[in-house]
């Protein structure tokens, strides 16, 4: 099994900044992507931001230019600094991490967070 605990929600004043921080434990042998989605209340999940292990980066037309995706591959740990911020940001922000358990395995197996709430007042 895999554990992902985020930290670094809060509550913020637009223009203002946060930083998110997702760490995965467990059986892991490798992560490939990680990445951070959000869900406002009523709407869908939406994309945020990705990361491939190579430090490839997808971020959503709502965030480019403000947020930026980082990772730790020792620490298993991947960061979403988020920056200027706006009150449409706010919602809770899981954290998603693709991993493989062992050398062995063939498949990879898509692992969520408990979510963190982000919530910026005008």
């Known amino acids: 099994q895999v554990q992902l605990v985020e930290s670094g929600g809060g509550l913020v004043q637009a223009g203002g900044s946060l930083r998110l921080s997702c760490a995965a434990s467990?059986?892991?042998?490798?992560?490939?992507?990680m990445g951070w989605y959000r869900q406002a209340p009523g709407k869908q999940r939406e994309l945020v931001a990705t990361?491939?292990?190579?430090?490839?980066?997808n971020y959503g037309d709502s965030v480019k230019g403000r947020f930026t995706i980082s990772r730790d591959n020792a620490k298993k740990t991947v960061y979403l600094q988020m920056n200027s911020l706006k009150p449409e940001d706010t919602a809770v922000y899981y954290c998603?991490?693709?991993?493989?358990?062992?050398?062995?395995?063939?498949?990879?197996?898509?692992?969520w967070g408990q979510g963190t709430q982000v919530t910026v007042s005008s």
């Open positions: 990361i491939t292990s190579g430090g490839d980066t």
């Open positions: 998603n991490c693709t991993v493989k358990p062992y050398s062995s395995s063939w498949n990879e197996y898509s692992y």
């Open positions: 467990g059986s892991i042998f490798s992560i490939s992507t």
